[in-house]
């Protein structure tokens, strides 16, 4: 049996309720797989420096199919002290459907990511906001 990939247009309102289930259960298990492998079939990154660098930019940008004006921001910040130096400190997620998402869009916070390190740098801990 293949792979079903999620789909972001179904269930349809011409399903009937077996067909309709179906896609239900095959979304929610494509949607599992996504969490657990950290990344989402058919979205695709760009990478952008910004104000970092090219060993730690400032943003990564997720964006489905590469036309897709929705966009999933996380912008990163580093530690510069102790173990945290050169670590990845926070991570802000921001969202946005604008058609302009590099330039004048509205991005709607989803949270911050708070990384710990120990003193040989290694994570100790992470909190979300």
């Avoid at 420096?49 to 400032?58: C, D, H, V, Y």
């Avoid at 946005?96 to 989803?110: E, Y």
């Amino acid at each position: 049996m293949a792979y079903t990939h999620y789909v972001d247009t179904t269930p349809l309102l011409s399903q009937d309720g077996d067909d309709a289930v179906d896609s239900m259960r095959n979304n929610m298990l494509a949607l599992r797989d996504a969490v657990i492998a950290g990344a989402m079939v058919k979205w695709d990154a760009t990478v952008t420096i910004g104000t970092g660098s090219n060993e730690k930019p400032q943003y990564l940008y997720l964006h489905k199919n590469g036309a897709s004006t929705e966009r999933i921001r996380c912008e990163y910040t580093y530690g510069t002290t102790g173990g945290e130096t050169d670590n990845v400190k926070t991570i802000t997620l921001s969202y946005t459907a604008d058609d302009d998402p590099l330039g004048s869009a509205v991005w709607d916070s989803i949270g911050v990511c708070t990384l710990t390190y120990n003193s040989d740098g290694t994570v100790a801990s992470w909190a979300w906001s």
